[in-house]
């Protein structure tokens, strides 16, 4: 079975080089951990004026590759519903990234009511980047930190979209544990567990392991140490394949 990484970026980012900031670079990285496609998103999407232009120029990367475009929406921007239409029907996005925290909304904003909808009407997965680093580097521009208990309720009132919540900590995942008990199409990804000893195993005790699979958030983050959160967890090697498949989340697509 394939291993994917359903959460990785990109292109650069304004505070550090990034080594690994092409498609193909992130492919190369990839080949390396064994992991043959995912989605991806734009790193330039976050912070531009326009991010639709960032889209149209991740779309054009990833022609003929096995990566799935995950478009990053800013919903605070007008015209958003304009670029969230034309990213369905001309560069074929597979999924619609939030990021809250960086974009100045929280997930109580009224905005994210006509979001979702649009999730719905377009039958797109929701990937809700709780972070992408550790807070405590982010010294030049600090992202607003999402309430665990704002994340829980926008869950409960959105159960029907298909959502991967990106760069948890195991304690937020342990809190959360009512909402991904409640259905079977929320997921975490393991890049965020760090906050914990036996991580993986622990998570898998609290809501199964069918509620997580692999996502890097590389190259911001260091893959192999986000493999290495997987592959040395003790678990049944037919649970390790099947998180990094990504297949429980992508068969309800």
Partial sequence: MKRLDLNCYCGNWPFFRVRYNTVEKIAHLHNRCGIEGGYISSCEAIFYQDPYEAEVQLA???????????????????????????????????????????HGYTLTDPVLNQVCDALRTYQLPLILTIRIRDERTAWIFAPEKIPVVDIAAFCDKNKDIVTLLACTRVKEVLTLKPQFMSRNNLFTDVCGFKDSNYAVENVCACIGSEHIVYGSSAPLLEMQSTTIIVDRAKLPEEVRTEIFSGNKLLKLL
């Avoid at 239409?85 to 960086?102: E, H, K, S, W, Y």
């Fill in 60 to 102: 054009k990367d990833l022609e003929g590759t096995p990566y799935m475009h995950a478009m990053t929406l800013n919903p605070k921007i007008p015209g958003w519903k304009d670029d969230l239409n034309r990213a369905v029907n001309d560069l074929g996005i597979r999924a619609v990234r939030l990021m809250p925290g960086f």
